[in-house]
């Protein structure tokens, strides 16, 4: 049996960042309510074009928790797409994609922003979408917008009800429309949190 103090320590452990995945994922409890918070690196999705270095690179950044994010110099074709497979607690949760317009960088100890790549985002919405083995799907859409500060683009809802049941998750973003090129944009993740918790845009 377990005593209150060890109680407070094994919470404690659970409220910092584990990872796991091969570093890929991120889990932290919330310390307030106890709800569940994910994170996914961009290396764990699958991204059309990654492995032509025209087009996209893995870059590192210390603005990302695993370190490393992708980055687009400019493609027609944008397609990111993952998938996951969770046990989550009951709850509401929101997905959404951690972006940044432009590359940041260190000069001279300061921050700042390349925005060299950044073009085509304000002609067609990027569409976002996230679809449940349990048969929910949410779509939304938004222009990429404020370079130079990561945004978190808000997907939508699923709700869990089966708490001892796996949730297969699949999330994605595309802007496939190929009259227009587009790039300069990193992704570093996508971040699952319990609704109304981490809202940007």
């Not at 951690?98 to 000069?107: F, I, M, T």
């Amino acid at each position: 049996m377990v005593n209150n103090s060890g109680k407070r320590d094994i919470y404690t452990k659970l409220c910092r960042s584990n990872s796991f995945d091969d570093r890929t994922k991120e889990i932290w409890l919330d310390k307030n309510n106890g709800g569940i918070h994910l994170s996914i690196a961009s290396k764990a999705l699958s991204i059309t074009g990654i492995d032509d270095r025209r087009y996209w690179n893995f870059i590192a950044s210390d603005e990302s928790w695993f370190q490393t994010v992708a980055y687009l110099q400019q493609t027609w074709w944008l397609e990111v797409n993952g998938e996951f497979d969770f046990q989550f607690p009951l709850g509401k949760y929101s997905l959404f994609f951690r972006l940044q317009l432009g590359r940041s960088n260190k000069r001279l100890g300061r921050r700042v922003c390349n925005s060299e790549h950044v073009h085509g985002w304000n002609i067609k919405p990027v569409k976002f979408e996230l679809t449940t083995s349990s048969g929910q799907r949410a779509v939304s859409e938004h222009y990429l917008d404020n370079p130079g500060n990561w945004v978190n683009y808000y997907v939508g809802d699923f709700v869990v009800d089966n708490p001892h049941a796996l949730i297969k998750i699949k999330y994605s973003m595309t802007q496939i429309d190929c009259t227009h090129t587009k790039g300069g944009v990193c992704v570093d993740s996508v971040l699952i949190h319990p609704s109304g918790v981490g809202k940007e845009h």
